[in-house]
């Protein structure tokens, strides 16, 4: 069956400082990616999409990157943290590119910026 | 751009009421229509779906109808249980390319017994 992981689970970073946070998917084979995120009292915002190795789509410009380097891994980083980079980062992943098609989240990580 | 509005929360509700929660979305074409659940502590899952007007989703005891008059999918449940609070989420997909999902801020629901 598929699984989805997250790590860390949670993270306090001081502002200015780099950050890693990483995901990987078991049982599936060349999923689409993403990483949403949840601010306090907003609802999740999309931040990047992955279709395959190496492609990266942005949703909102700001302070973070992506990166996908294996099938199905896919990695948010920043190298300056900001304090409104606080939030709870969801990792999520789907199959084919139907608009109806399911998508599968991860345990997420909160992240808080001080 | 496309965009989605749910009923702002939070809500409590007795065990055995009727739970609607509203959701209203603006989209060009036609988006599929969503709503994820988050109970305490786990992740965020799919509840049900609808992928076109006057398709109604169900799940767990749960509805929404697609309806693209009103541009809304209401989630309805005529009996509520303890087991039911989490926070709900009203998302829609849009037709083209990768299901980039937009997303409401989210309702928590809380019942009593």
């Known amino acids: 069956s598929q699984t989805i992981h997250q790590w860390p689970a949670t993270l306090v970073q001081p502002v200015g400082s780099p950050l890693s946070l990483e995901c990987t998917v078991e049982g599936t084979s060349n999923p689409n990616l993403y990483w949403y995120r949840q601010a306090a009292g907003r609802g999740l915002q999309l931040l990047f999409y992955s279709v395959g190795i190496g492609q990266i789509s942005s949703e909102v410009p700001q302070n973070l990157s992506a990166s996908r380097p294996q099938d199905r891994q896919f990695i948010l980083s920043s190298k300056k943290l900001l304090l409104s980079d606080s939030g709870f980062y969801l990792c999520?992943?789907?199959?084919?590119?139907?608009?109806?098609?399911?998508?599968?989240f991860g345990p997420g990580t909160r992240l808080t910026v001080l | 751009g496309n965009s989605v509005t749910q009923m702002e929360g939070p809500v409590t509700l007795s065990e055995e009421a009727f739970l609607t929660i509203n959701c209203t979305y603006t989209?060009?074409?036609?988006?599929?229509l969503f709503w994820y659940v988050q109970y305490p502590g786990e992740g965020l899952q799919l509840l049900l779906k609808?992928?076109?007007?006057?398709d109604k989703g169900s799940n767990k005891g749960f509805e929404a109808t697609y309806r693209k008059e009103t541009t809304s999918f209401h989630l309805e449940k005529g009996s509520v249980q303890v087991s039911d609070s989490a926070v709900y989420f009203c998302a829609l997909s849009d037709e083209q390319g990768a299901q980039k999902l937009v997303f409401g801020q989210g309702t928590r629901l809380t019942i009593n017994p």
């Open positions: 609808a992928t076109k007007a006057d």
């Open positions: 989209a060009t074409g036609y988006p599929s």
């Open positions: 999520a992943w789907s199959v084919g590119l139907a608009s109806y098609n399911e998508q599968f």
